[in-house]
């Protein structure tokens, strides 16, 4: 909102006066953070019950006299704006406010806070108890309004619903055949592909859980309806938006079938290659700006857990050196970070029917490797680290299509066998954001960051970890990655493997700190890894396993 807008916002409040999502404080220079963060959870959750987006929290106006007198609350932004951290540390599920406000009303400064509504189904904690308004007082929220919160949840899968009217024609014969040869290839280890080429495309349909019963659902329209049939999801704008920012400008709208149409907005984003160059070498390397497909992967999360009742478009921002992805709707279970390392597996989507049918048609990863994947896939190419963040009902993600801080690059081009962990603290040190005090000590004993804090910075000096560089690099452990890439150009080269041909392959090349027991283990933690993601597959038996890769 713009300033006119926002002293119009101020107005109708203070014409309304208090309610369930409206709180007015007088407030001179200080305010208690715990009780904002009460205040947070209790608007939060009753904007969810009362059905609307915002509930307002107002410093500078007087309770009794209705007027504005002003407030001097984190008179400096810096401050004001670090209040949306606090509440986010102690809110759970983890969210803070849509927007802080300063208005100035002849003179007088008056601080509003824009509070997000609880996602559906998800009531607002704030350190362990959940609050509601009673009247204009703080309280308790109580089970019956805790219970109709969560009920929310199960009222039903959008996605999942059929569409009055639509048939099998409204979807687009391209999109579906597309559709045919990725169900083929995902499940070609148990189902022949030419028993799936001779399906009726109802049978195919429904086997790939896009349709019910030959029935189309809202999912089908999104994946594979033709782009005249768009009108049957209105009024929700089923739309993918690119734009292109900086010197020049432009921008195109995508619909359906996003099965196809996700690839052509790939196509619009311009796609040079980067040339690093290291210190010690004569040739460089060449990389691609962005790599298709932590794009696709990108764009397919966005589809897949876009809050479609929001009735917003995903949107991707191309800039000069970086693409931002927004969609609606939060991160439905756990945060970013939870799902970078690849333990963390959802236990349940925003949009589960288009989710299952999205894993169907090969787009994305049901066990949360995605984002993992996309992670590794940067460090391999020696650019920054994907970002998220997650404000108020949305999901930004940016991806990073140039060097950020030189002696990042180089470190990761001269140390591949890093820890991701290691990559990621890294990465926060370039880019100056704060790093805890535990992973700045493993970087500083590796020789990998110097300086003070606050002021870290990343050295491009790779400092050994024992007494001679040899002892070192015996004592390395690579990442699993390096490991898992090893064992697919054994499986490229030959064919298949044998387990006792994956322990000679490897054996030697784990590091010595690990004993024979360990080492037996971690191969097949990585064979096994492997296997989950579709990437290879057992063709022999249990007690005498024949590996090879799933093509």
Known sequence: MDDAALHQKLIELIATWENEVVEFKEVSNDYDTDKIG??????????????????????????????????????????????????????????????????????????????????????????????????????????????????????????????????????????????????????????????????????????????????????????????ESAYLLSPHPTQMTWKLVGQETAYEHFGPPFLLTTSQLYQRIRNIQLRLLPDDELLPHEVSKYDQKVVLEALHNCIAHQDYGQNQRVIVTEKPDRLVLENAGR????????????????????????VQAMVELNMIDQMGYGIQRMYETQRKRYLPMPDYEVSGDAVEMTLYGGVVDTAYTRVLMENGGLQLTDVLALDRVQKGLDVPDAAIQALKRKGLVEGRKPRFRVSAAVAALSATKAEYIKTRAFDDQHYADLILNYLSEFGSASRKEVDNLLWDKLSDALNAAQKKSKIGNILSKLR????????????????????
């Open 38 to 227: 009460r205040y947070f959870s209790a608007m939060a959750n009753e904007a969810n019950l009362q059905d609307v987006s915002t509930g307002w929290l107002v410093f500078g106006v007087n309770n009794k006299t209705r007027s504005v007198v002003g407030t001097g609350y984190r008179s400096e932004r810096e401050r004001l704006d670090g209040l949306k951290h606090q509440i986010a540390q102690d809110a759970d599920p983890r969210t803070t406010f849509r927007q802080i406000h300063e208005v100035d009303v002849d003179g007088k400064r008056v601080v509003m806070f824009e509070i997000p509504a609880a996602p559906r189904g998800i009531p607002i904690a704030w350190k362990g108890h959940y609050y509601a308004r009673s009247g204009e007082s703080l309280a308790p929220l109580g089970i019956p309004k805790q219970d109709e919160i969560r009920s929310q949840a199960s009222v039903g899968d959008w996605t999942a619903q059929l569409v009055d009217g639509a048939t099998l024609d409204d979807l687009d014969p391209e999109a579906v055949e597309r559709a045919r040869n990725n169900f083929a290839q995902k499940h070609q280890n148990r189902i022949d592909p030419d028993e799936v080429r001779g399906w009726p495309v109802a049978t195919l349909l429904d086997r790939a859980k896009v349709t019910q019963r030959g029935q189309v659902t809202r999912a089908a329209l999104l994946l594979l309806g033709r782009a």
């Open 331 to 354: 991160f439905f279970e756990g945060e970013p970070e939870d799902y970078v390392r690849g333990d963390k597996t959802p236990r349940g989507y925003r949009n589960p029917y288009l």
């Open 532 to 551: 989950a993601e579709d990437v290879i597959f057992n063709a022999g038996s249990r007690p005498a396993p024949q590996w090879k890769k799933c093509e």
